[in-house]
């Protein structure tokens, strides 16, 4: 059974900076794109940054210059590293992955449990 999880939320102060990790376990035979969203209560869940397995990043207009994805592959692990954090940046951060099973032919997308990022004023 394939997991994803996340850790390193938590509580800081507007300009402070949190670096949020994501590991797949179990049978990964492949892992495609990984990306974050994030969602704040009463909101629609919205893309924050994506990479592919070749390193290739996307990071959404809104988070842009602050936020930076990386991954390694050895580890299969994607980190977000969130600098000068705005209370706006508040929500729940979900990593998600498109993964390729032993004996499967297409990829899967697979969602973490979420990890709470607060920002105070």
């Known amino acids: 059974q394939v997991q994803l999880v996340e850790s390193g939320g938590g509580l800081v102060q507007a300009g402070g900076s949190l670096r949020l990790s994501c590991a797949a376990s179990?049978?990964?035979?492949?892992?495609?794109?990984m990306g974050w969203y994030r969602q704040a209560p009463g909101k629609q869940r919205e893309l924050v940054a994506t990479?592919?397995?070749?390193?290739?990043?996307n990071v959404a207009f809104s988070v842009k210059g602050r936020f930076t994805i990386s991954r390694d592959n050895a580890k299969n692990t994607v980190y977000l590293q969130m600098n000068s954090l705005k209370p706006e940046d508040t929500a729940v951060y979900y990593c998600?992955?498109?993964?390729?099973?032993?004996?499967?032919?297409?990829?899967?997308?697979?969602w973490g449990q979420g990890t709470q990022v607060t920002v105070s004023s």
């Open positions: 998600n992955a498109d993964i390729l099973k032993p004996y499967n032919t297409h990829y899967m997308n697979y």
């Open positions: 179990g049978s990964t035979l492949s892992i495609n794109a």
């Open positions: 990479i592919t397995s070749g390193g290739s990043t």
